[in-house]
């Protein structure tokens, strides 16, 4: 193999390192999302500086469960937990199946709240709202915090300045029984949001045009920050739409900066509070919130945060506002997105329309939906339905009078909570249908028939639709305000930082993880190989299927002889020892492990001999169920990039190996330091070294310990 030489990067590093011994070591610019998790990151080596692509242990201020709550207590109990560590770190919001009355699922929510009774942890009942919502009506979410939850949306934080994460399931159990999981600092990319949304405009149009009009994984598995004067024309309730869809957009944080705009929405949130009741010689003074108040506002102002001048981003896209119409997302994709006034000529017809959710479910948007509606009826043949985000947004509706407007004009109620959205409960989309909805999926089949047709909106532009029967604009939406139909102006900058990259610091090994991995490189040429690729699904819900039977049929819809041949291997490798750790060490393209959360995909390729996957990136729920089973997952695309022009059917990925293979062996080496990444690939033409980013003391850890229920126990068996 005759590989091109790896071109000395960087020189200037090396003299920073020889200097760093007769200088002070200089401040590190960090974004504000890293400096959020550098306070909420835990067990760190001294001096070090948390920056993306880190993996860190996290203590989070809240984790919230809702109805997968039960499945939670479960995994808690199967591990030997019998107590949550700090029951004010812990949340549980019923939310998703509140128009479920059958005698087992009212059964399931008793079980809940008897946990949560016993525990004494915070347990806010079916009816009360989405848990979303719940989190920041009562500052769970709280500006420069970091909240996570067992949820895809819990993103929606960032629209209060709180670094919101989801987890899964088994992280919460984690967390339950000892505070702390791990996590990987996402990349970070700015968002710079420029001009002045015209009126009408809202922030679900500013966040489906950015799904459709940055359409190609730009904000993958990334943490963004929005940045720009466009910022403070944006009221809470449109950042926390817009914060909400960026899941779908593929981000896993999405947060807005804690400027006068959020502060005074928090100023009228303390007031609303304050109004609860009055004081008197008979009534006492009203509690204070125990995390909405004076002395916590005061010192956010006194100490509110900014990324520094010289911060690293990945990306910096450009979007500017004041080009924006309203846009409609669809149908049955978020990435398509289509200038309102195009689609409303076509007048394509609905049948329901829905305003629910954490997405568009909030006072403004109830106050949207009743203006458009005020004095009028919905059309026949469609059926508008109607959920508050949580019964204090539904009070407050009430008493301003716009929720009585929604049901004049012929809107029906269901209860505060997910519903239609996740496809649970009454209403849903038939086969045939078209719908419209302010929620935030349009995923085939997601809110009914997978043969129906789903549209994603305003609430405004809902309303309108469900009034004229079809897919249409507010009549008091002036055409002559807005800007020329059309795509909006957006653009991705040509430079992200003024700032060199940042070396990672060299730090000690957690004591028992290996100094090295090495062994055989088998070559996957191939992006996006998912977890059925990976591991079949006939064989996921084989609940007795040994590990040993895993190893034998993992990846056998990609490559059913790999499991032979790495079998055939293993025999000849040298043994592990102390300061190495020997294997397979599989190397394949971009997103592996797309596609399902089944764990099984790790641990067939870990039971299979393979106790390391390098690719060009991976799938964010593959890597997390990786880690927590004790597969060390890491990226480097130069390797990747190599293989595949030297190896790959075409110099490209995609089509298997030159001689038709899939599995590409030719029979090379690899070693890996996790002391200072280093990777060298030894062939018979010589070797060549490449650079990775390392796993933290965190992942080290989970990996001494056999995964993360093994930390658990550990965790458990130190207190007792």
């Known amino acids: 193999m005759r590989l091109p030489p790896r071109t000395p990067s960087r020189v200037f590093l090396q003299t920073a390192r020889f200097l760093a011994t007769s200088a002070p070591t200089p401040r590190i610019p960090q974004t504000i999302i890293e400096k959020v ?53 812990t949340v549980f919001t019923l939310d998703h199946d509140v128009q479920n009355k059958s005698d087992k699922n009212l059964a399931k929510y008793a079980t809940i709240e008897a946990f949560a009774r016993t525990h004494g942890i915070d347990f806010y009942p079916a009816g009360r709202g989405i848990g979303h919502q719940v989190l920041v009506e009562e500052g769970y979410a709280f500006p420069h915090t970091l909240t996570v939850a067992s949820d895809s949306h819990s993103n929606m934080y960032g629209g209060v300045a709180c670094v919101g994460t989801p987890i ?56 963004i920050e929005f940045t720009g004067e466009g910022i403070s024309a944006l009221s809470v309730d449109d950042r926390l739409t817009i914060s909400n869809m960026t899941t779908e957009w593929g981000a896993l944080a999405g947060v807005f900066p804690a400027d006068d705009t959020l502060l005074d929405w928090y100023e009228s949130a303390l007031v609303k509070l304050e109004r609860r009741t009055f004081a008197s010689e008979s009534i006492p003074p009203p509690s204070e919130h125990p995390r909405i108040n004076r002395r916590r506002l005061d010192a956010l102002r006194a100490t509110n945060l900014a990324s520094d001048i010289g911060a690293q981003y990945s990306s910096h896209l450009i979007f500017d506002l004041s080009t924006l119409v309203p846009h409609v997302s669809g149908p049955n994709s978020v990435k398509v997105s289509t200038p ?37 009826k919905i059309a026949d ?82 309303a309108a639709s469900a009034v004229k029967g079809f897919i249409c604009s507010p009549n008091s939406l ?59 699904g006939k064989y996921t819900y084989q609940d007795d299927i040994t590990l040993e039977r895993q190893a034998q049929v993992v990846m056998e819809n990609y490559d059913p002889s790999f499991a032979a041949h790495v079998a055939t291997i293993l ?104 002391t200072d990444g280093n990777v060298t690939l030894r062939s018979s033409d010589g070797e060549k070294t490449y650079k990775v980013r390392t796993v933290g003391a965190s992942v080290q850890e989970l990996w001494v310990c056999g995964g993360l229920e093994g930390f658990i126990l550990k965790s458990i068996q130190a207190r007792a």
Request: net charge neutral.
């Open 168 to 223: 899964v399931r088994t992280d919460a159990a984690a967390l339950w029984a000892t505070g702390k999981t791990w996590w990987q600092v996402p990349r970070m990319v700015k968002v710079e949001l420029r001009g002045k949304l015209a009126p009408g405009v809202t922030g679900k149009d500013v966040i489906v045009a950015l799904c459709g009009s940055f359409n190609n994984d730009e904000v993958l598995n990334s943490a």
């Open 37 to 89: 998790v550098q306070k909420y990151s835990v067990d760190l080596p001294n001096g070090k500086v948390v920056k993306a692509g880190d993996y860190v242990m996290i203590r989070p201020e809240h984790v919230m469960t809702h109805d997968n709550t039960g499945p939670v207590i479960s995994k808690f109990k199967s591990i030997g937990a019998t107590k949550i560590v700090d029951p004010r770190q």
């Open 340 to 376: 309102l006034p195009k689609l409303e000529s076509q007048q394509i017809a609905i049948q329901k329309a829905y305003l629910v959710s954490c997405t568009n479910s909030r006072v403004s948007d109830i106050a949207a939906a009743a203006s458009v509606v005020e004095g009028k």
């Open 381 to 462: 043949g469609v059926e508008f339905y109607v959920a508050a985000a949580s019964s204090q947004v539904q009070d407050e509706a009430e008493m301003l009078g716009h929720w009585d407007k929604l049901v004049a004009a012929g809107a029906k109620v269901l209860p505060a909570g997910c519903g239609p959205c996740i496809g649970l409960g009454t209403g849903l989309l038939e086969e045939g249908e078209t719908g419209i909805s302010a929620t935030n999926r349009n995923y085939k089949g997601r809110m009914g028939h997978p043969k129906a047709q789903a549209y994603l909106a305003s609430p405004a532009v809902v």
């Open 571 to 674: 025999p000849s490798l040298s043994a592990s020892n102390e300061t190495t750790k020997s294997g397979i060490i599989l190397v394949s393209g971009y997103n592996f492990g797309t596609g399902s959360s089944r764990e099984q995909a790790a641990t067939a390729l870990k039971a299979a001999g393979v106790p390391l996957v390098i690719a060009g990136s991976f799938g964010d729920i593959f890597k997390r169920n990786a880690i927590n089973n004790g597969l060390v997952c890491l990226e480097c695309p130069e390797l990747v990039a190599d293989l595949t022009a030297t190896y790959a059917k075409g110099g490209a990925r995609g089509a298997g190996g030159r001689e038709g293979e899939l599995t590409v062996d030719k029979g090379h080496e690899i070693r890996v330091s996790m």
């Open 478 to 536: 002036d055409a002559t305000s807005l800007p020329p139909v059309g795509a909006p102006t957006f653009s991705i900058a040509s430079g992200s930082s003024d700032a060199a990259e940042v070396p990672q610091a060299e730090e000690p090994l957690f004591l028992g993880f290996p100094a090295a991995f090495s062994g055989r490189v088998l070559f996957a040429p191939q992006d996006n190989l998912n977890t059925d690729a990976l591991y079949p």
